[in-house]
């Protein structure tokens, strides 16, 4: 896992908004979008529904949401 994808994840989470986030992380909204698919594909599981206006996490990512702001804070 790249530290990037955490801050990739946690710019996401707070717009829940793929461009919105990925001018936050100063890149083109598809290198982000597969930047996220990475991470997820990393770990197995869907972060977000992607069918919801704003996004939303999914379970996964509710639980990948805590233990990523422990991984930032450490």
């Known amino acids: 896992m790249e530290l ?12 829940r908004h793929f461009t919105k ?7 083109t909204q598809s290198a982000y979008s597969r930047r996220i698919m990475r991470l997820e594909d990393w770990l197995g599981c869907k972060l ?5 206006r704003p996004i939303d996490l999914t379970p ?13 804070q450490d």
């Open 60 to 72: 996964e990512g509710r639980e990948f949401f805590v233990r990523a702001v422990r991984l930032r």
């Open 48 to 52: 977000f529904e992607r069918d919801t």
């Open 4 to 15: 990037t994808w955490i801050d990739d994840f946690m710019a996401l989470e707070r717009v």
């Open 21 to 27: 986030a990925a001018d936050l992380r100063a890149t």
